[in-house]
């Protein structure tokens, strides 16, 4: 094994394959080391009974569109032909369910708007109030460089004066401003699951920004998940880089002030002069780096972060095809319209009582590929956002510091209460669900943890709120030179699509080039001609 590199990605998270993958078509030797047995951090699947193929964090993704910013990224790599997006309903990708509400979020911001005030005739006035505003932030969005440089205001208040009004403040205040009644409020944003904060804390342009992404379509990509760190292995591969999965980097090593490399549980070294961290942000700082070798400002700052709530999963298997029998939507399901209440009880460490779940049926979304689940059966998650700390679940220390937990009694039995809550609440949108399932299992924040080493068991880095969001989120730069940040903490934040665009913009800071700006451009890096056919199998790919 070589032991010299010009780069180190620690983790293969898509933020970190995508640092990685474009480090190496820019002539970087490259090592990517993942404490999994499979690549994709959050984007890797697993399979059961030899039928089933279950999506850990990739449901839908928007901006996929010809264009639009992954197959963007995946062109400037040649890989662009590996990933099929397929659409999900243009008339309705999301369900909405509320008490005495159905509702369909079309991919469109005329019809939307046209549905929203057919529900709430009341609110009409408001609700065009509220998306023009809404509107008119993103797409002023363009005009803005943040942070904003007072010398450049005139300007932005000519050009960009919804922006300023209105971007970084919190949805709720849209919301009064709007004169919005509560149930078109809770509507508008029910799809605050995609990052996990209520309107109280979530900025207007956080949540301008995720839906106009799907306004544009939404999409799943052919194959299932594991499609996409397959196909940027594949660049890293074609370009010299390398990939060691069960490889859980301990330390990195700092000389004179500078990275020098990393160290690996057992104790092999591994040096070079740029180590990208795609794992969690606290640990790499905290605990791989160290406060010794940090600013007591940053080692303050990054302690202080808030991690976003983390996501409760059970996964199904049925007996059932539910091809052609259900839309190609997600469902969203609320029994109360309180989305302030539910978070404050997550974040206040309970379960909340009137949680919401989504739903994801992969073999819908993706009916070909049998490997998601054969023709007869269904494969499908449901999810839910659920309290991070370890008290919740029963555990002490957690599985990063090597806590045993499967056989912990409270552990299971939390466990499987909440796993057949969420079931008796998913058959009422997929009626007879229960008597059809023939496999189950779940996932805990503690799983996730167990999986990506995350803080907390979240898959969104630190939380997006209006006070650690653009600006205020770590840059890929740190502050020890050599040392860069990948994925969803960073400042373009979580999702396939931020941390995808944040892995673009690590590799830019490193080389000094704006890579996305010149993949749009048309720019193809390294050397396409080595990538070989397609894979067969995308997770045998990823190992
Ligand atoms: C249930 C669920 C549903 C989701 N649904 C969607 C969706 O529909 N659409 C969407 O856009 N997003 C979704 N997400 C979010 C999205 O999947 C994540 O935000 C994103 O994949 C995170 O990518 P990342 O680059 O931050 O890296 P991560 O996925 O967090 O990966 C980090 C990697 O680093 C590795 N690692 C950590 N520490 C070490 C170490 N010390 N040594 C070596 N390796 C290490 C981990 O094993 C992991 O592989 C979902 C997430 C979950 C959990």
Redesign the pocket.
Known sequence: MNTDWDAIV???????LTAAAYLAALGKKTLV????YV?????HVFRRMKKFEFD??????GDCNPGGTLPTILKGLGVDDRVEWLPLDPDGFDTLHFPGIEFKVPANWDLYRQRLVETFPDDETGIHRFLDILHAVIRESGKVRLPVEPADLPRLMEEAPNFLAWALRPLSQLFDECALGTRVRAVLAAECG?YALPPSKTPVVLHGGVIAGYMKGAYYPKGGGQVIPAALVAALRANGGELRTR????RITIEDGMVSGVCLEGGETLRAPIVVS???LK?TMLD?VGPEHLSPATTEKIDSYRMALP?F?VYLGLDIDLRERMPNTNYWCYTSFDLEKLYAEASGGQVPEDNFLFI?VGSVKDPETETIAPKGYTSL?I?SLVPAGYAAWSVDEGPARGERYHRNRDYRSTKDELAERLIDEAEKVIPGLREHIVWKEAATPVT?ER????TGGT???IELATDQFGPNRPSPKTEIPGLYL???STVFG??????MRG?ILTAGAIVGRDLLGEAHSGTIFGNPAKLGPPPGDPWEASR
């Open positions: 620690i983790g293969s998270g898509l933020g970190g080391l993942e404490q999994h690549a994709g951090g959050n984007a850990v964090g990739v449901h839908y993704v995609d490889a859980r980097v301990e795609n794992a969690d640990r791989m996501i999963v994801s998650e999810m996730h999986y990506t080493l995350s898959s969104y880095g990948a994925g969803a979580h999702g396939i699509s931020g941390v892995g």
